[in-house]
């Protein structure tokens, strides 16, 4: 099992928007509709961001949003805030009934 | 609301066996609808999913750790387990325990592990 593959970082000046992928295969991310997002703050656990896709779980700023098309999924945060700077991974349901994670990316707000 | 701690030594031999327990507080494992995940993070690395297991014993690894990863659950205490055995240096990482469906959360804080003699 290979990580998906995500972009090592991203930036942009606040209030910007920017949009962060992740790309699987057939078995994983194109296969199923259950990709996540996760938001990682320096030594802090994951905090969930996204689920099913595009679902924002209770809480969660509506500046978050997801998408996927084919083997790719995509984060988008609009409205860049400081407090978005981060490490954001993506998980995927496989067709081994296991889960792959994002190989991470760091969010620069300029 | 749900909430998970792992705890366990955060020191361990080379080539002896990890052990982390996860505890469930504010639901219960066996109410079932969720499967519960440990996942590690080496450090300054990204997330690596090491296995779920259900309240009814059910249990997926990840391929690349299968050979050394025993997950179990206590459902009277309302806990579940890691066992990953024969470690290395390579295995130091913070491992952190999760509700799981198709998505992880909440997570536990997370607990780093060394593996140093």
């Known amino acids: 099992q290979s990580a998906l593959t995500q972009p090592a970082s991203v930036s942009g000046s606040p209030g910007q928007s920017i949009t962060i992928s992740c790309t699987g295969t057939s078995s994983d991310v194109g296969g199923y509709n259950s990709v996540s997002w996760y938001q990682q703050h320096p030594g802090k656990a994951p905090k969930l961001m996204i689920y099913?896709?595009?679902n924002r779980p209770s809480g969660v700023s509506n500046r978050f949003s997801g998408s996927k098309s084919g083997n790719t999924a995509s984060l988008t945060i609009s409205g860049l805030q400081a407090e978005d700077e981060a490490d954001y991974y993506c998980s995927s349901f496989t067709s081994s009934s296991t889960y792959l994670f994002g190989t991470g990316t760091k969010v620069t707000v300029l | 609301q749900v909430q998970l701690q792992e705890s366990g030594p955060g020191l361990v031999k080379p080539s002896q066996t990890l052990s982390l327990t996860c505890t469930v507080s504010?639901?219960?494992?066996?109410?079932?609808?969720?499967?519960w995940s440990w996942i590690r993070q080496h450090p300054g690395k990204g997330l690596e999913w090491i296995g779920y297991i259900y309240y009814s014993g059910s249990t997926y690894y990840n391929p690349s750790l299968k050979s050394r990863v025993t997950i179990s659950v206590d459902t009277s205490k309302n806990q579940f387990s890691l066992k990953l055995s024969s470690v290395t240096a390579a295995d130091t990482a913070v491992y952190y325990c999760?509700?799981?469906?198709?998505?992880?959360?909440?997570w536990g804080q997370g607990t780093l592990v060394t593996v140093s003699s």
């Open positions: 504010g639901g219960s494992i066996s109410s079932g609808g969720y499967y």
């Open positions: 999760a509700r799981s469906f198709n998505w992880f959360d909440p």
């Open positions: 099913d896709v595009s």
